[in-house]
């Protein structure tokens, strides 16, 4: 698998991650068997980077990856985030605070010192605060971590983590449906040395070409219960795209995806292509998933016609309802 260098860690990682999301929670029960069958499946397959969450299952997930890796011995490099289980306010940005939720997470994943941690989509105060980047840097001088970054819900806080000298990468929704991070956010991460993390690459399965208006979500599952925001920024439910307009897209789409390829895997390779990405981290539920998302580093590029319906149906039909929020 093509290798990228992840911002300032100065590490190679597979251009195809696994995000564990799936792994913990809100995605429907996944148990601990197909969890394992699906990281080892994305080990098999090229993959060396995954990215997780210390309130993904309550740490569900960290546990899944750090219980496989001890076990196998994979040669993985692990993100997890951090600040989301407690309420969202910028005085629960300490650094006592930090040194808890990453001693919690080091027991998770059973490590020493944690490969890179991400602040979850803080509130903006956070990103405007000295004391909590100071924090963070105690928290690599204190060999907790190796690396810090930031996740961010919109451009405006990626160009503001960014600036921060310690900030190594930056993790932001990139797909075909939200197109904003493309001429905002890559090319000044890549001025700076920032590793960009893309996630919801599929707009939560819905480029996976798969749903239509009869497809049903389990009740436990984000795609049901996010889906006007009720839980957490409904940005990371269908990218923030109406259910409707999003199915109106994909079709639009669909044309443009060659023989051989699969809608996602189409989609995915949209994001690898685009300059300044790092590592892009579909989720998997089963091993076929992260086979089938790995694939995609070995497939060709998109066509000049492709890249071109992407930015037409982009802004017939999506540019109006999300660009100025995200």
Not at 148 to 165: D, N
Not at 273 to 299: L, T, Y
Request: hydrophobic letters at 40%; a negative charge.
């Amino acid at each position: 698998m093509e290798q990228r260098i992840l911002g300032r860690t100065g590490t190679p990682v597979g251009v195809i991650g696994l995000g564990a999301w799936q792994l913990g929670a809100d995605w429907g029960e996944v148990d601990e068997d197909s969890a394992f069958a699906t990281l080892q499946a994305a080990v098999d397959s090229g993959v060396t980077f995954f990215d997780t969450a210390d309130v993904y299952g309550d740490g569900r997930s960290e546990k899944f990856i750090g219980r496989f890796l001890r076990q196998t011995g994979a040669n993985v490099f692990v993100a997890t985030k951090m600040g989301r289980r407690v309420p969202q306010e910028p005085a629960n940005y300490t650094l006592a605070a930090f040194r808890e939720w990453n001693d919690r997470s080091r027991e998770n994943l059973q490590v020493d010192t944690l490969d890179l941690v991400q602040l979850h989509c803080p509130p903006d105060a956070v990103f405007a605060s000295d004391e909590v980047f100071d924090a963070l840097d105690t928290l690599v001088q204190e060999k907790r971590i190796a690396a810090y970054g930031v996740s961010v819900e919109t451009c405006a806080q990626a160009l503001t983590a960014i600036a921060r000298p310690g900030v190594a990468t930056v993790q932001i929704i990139l797909n075909v449906l939200r197109l904003k991070p493309v001429t905002e956010v890559l090319p000044v991460a890549a001025e700076a040395g920032v590793g960009v993390i893309a996630r919801v690459p599929l707009a939560s399965g819905l480029l996976s070409g798969r749903y239509d208006e009869q497809t049903t979500f389990a009740e436990n599952d984000h795609r049901n219960f996010n889906r006007h925001g009720a839980a957490f920024d409904v940005g990371e439910t269908f990218s923030g795209v109406d259910y409707e307009t999003g199915l109106q897209a994909v079709r639009a789409l669909r044309e443009y995806v060659p023989s051989g390829v699969s809608t996602a895997q189409w989609a995915l390779r949209w994001v690898i292509d685009q300059p300044g990405v790092s590592v892009v981290i579909p989720g998997a539920r089963n091993p076929e998933q992260a086979r089938s998302n790995a694939a995609v580093a070995g497939q060709e590029p998109l066509t000049d016609r492709a890249r071109r319906a992407v930015g037409r149906v982009y802004d017939e039909l999506i540019r109006p309802q999300i660009h100025h929020r995200w």
